[in-house]
Structures are given as C-alpha cells and as structure tokens.
C-alpha cells in the first residue's frame, strides 16, 4: 500500500516569512495530491490539491510543486499570517475520479510567531 | 468547497453503552463516505469506508460489530460505536468526496469521551 511520509514535524517562522512542508510518497500509482489545514479541534480543511499532469500549482499565498520522477510534493507558504498557525497534512491517493481513499502523512505543527 | 457536518460535535457515555455519530453531506450527494478517528497530535486513521445501499468497507484491524456503519442515503452516513470502553475515546471525522471528483470534504469532528 502507499506510505507518505512528512516532514518537518514541526515548524516556526517568523511572520512575513515563506514555510515549506515536504511529502514523499511510494506508491507510483498515486496522482492525485491534496493539503489539509486542521485547526484545533476542527476537522480538516482542504486548502489545495495537485494532480500528477501538472508540475505546480498556485493560488494567492498557497503553492504546491510535484516531482513526480522523485515522489515528492511540497507545499509552500508565502508572507505567512498568525493565522496560518495550524497542522497540516499531505495525502496520497490514486485519481479515478470516484473518491478513493487518502493516505495521509504525518503532519506538520507550523507555529506563525509575531 | 462543499460542506459536511457532523452531529453531535462532542458526547460523553458511560462504559458499555452505545453512541451513534451522524455525518451529513449538505449540499451534494455523496454514494461514498469515510471514517476517521484521531488521537491527540497524531494523523487521521482510515476506520471504514461507507458505501451508500451497500456493506461498509473496514480496514484491517478495524472490528466491524464494534463500529457499525450505516449508509441509508446520498446524504447521510452514521457510525455507532458499540459497547463503548474508555479505549474508544477518541475525534471521529467523517469525510465525503464530491461525486465525479476526488476532492475530499471532511467533517468538524466528533469529540467522544467514554467514562
């Protein structure tokens, strides 16, 4: 089965700096890659997804870049806010376009100091 | 996006009883649902996979008669954690794809503390 791995396990930055949380994946059968933003007691936020036809993808502060000759993708945050304080988690799962199941990495605590 | 709610977001039970976890997909349909529980500062674990008009799907290690799952309809799945043991608190989260895509919708989460 597929295994994701994550790192940073945790994360701070000064506020107005960039934060790079990095996944590696197994399963060459993946495809498709989302980010999930949970806050403290709250479920899970998708905040972006990438599909393995495409390279980078940005929205506002938000990137996401996939290698995936080397099984990596990387989430990348810009001009970070106190409120980008979070855990964050990549996920893993092949693309049908019916719902598979996610493989989640092992999250990132970013902390967003003033 | 699209949104799941879950109901109710906290509950507290005595050993031995039974607590039924409701997740609803609001404004689309959902024929697959999934179920999570998480423990503090830990990733999200894969429980089952709920298929609406047929068996729940589990994953390995997870006891099938203990947390049973019920897809009535395109919006409504529930876990009924049975026979409840301190062991079994936990955050259960649900979460719903958006039919024809991949992109997942969880729920706020269900905080269950068992006595």
């Known amino acids: 089965g597929e295994n994701v791995e994550q790192h940073p396990s945790t994360l701070s930055v000064q506020e107005g700096d960039s934060a790079v949380i990095k996944c590696t994946y197994s399963?060459?059968?993946?495809?498709?890659f989302p980010w999930y933003k949970q806050e403290l007691g709250k479920g899970p936020q998708l905040i972006i997804d990438?599909?393995?036809?495409?390279g980078e993808k940005k929205d506002q502060r938000i990137a996401v870049t996939l290698n995936k000759t080397a099984k990596h993708f990387s989430l990348h945050i810009t001009e970070t806010q106190p409120e980008d304080s979070a855990v964050y988690f990549c996920?893993?799962?092949?693309?049908?376009?019916?719902?598979?199941?996610?493989?989640f990495g092992t999250g990132t605590q970013l902390k967003v100091e003033l | 996006g699209a949104v799941v709610s879950q109901h109710p977001s906290r509950v507290i039970c005595k050993s031995g009883t039974s607590v039924k976890i409701e997740c609803r997909s609001l404004?689309?349909?959902?024929?697959?649902m999934f179920w999570y529980r998480q423990f503090p500062k830990q990733s999200l674990m894969l429980m089952a996979t709920?298929?609406?008009?047929?068996?729940?799907?589990?994953e390995q290690g997870v006891e099938k008669d203990k947390f049973l799952i019920n897809h009535a309809s395109l919006t409504l799945s529930t876990l009924t954690v049975t026979s409840a043991h301190p062991e079994d608190s936990s955050f259960y989260i649900c979460?719903?794809?958006?039919?024809?895509?991949?992109?997942?919708?969880f729920g706020p989460g269900t905080r269950l503390t068992v006595t």
């Open positions: 404004d689309f349909q959902a024929t697959t």
């Open positions: 399963d060459s059968a993946s495809n498709y």
């Open positions: 709920s298929n609406e008009g047929s068996k729940a799907t589990y």
């Open positions: 996920a893993a799962s092949p693309y049908t376009g019916g719902g598979n199941k996610l493989t």
């Open positions: 990438i599909r393995s036809n495409v």
């Open positions: 979460s719903a794809p958006k039919t024809g895509t991949d992109e997942q919708y």
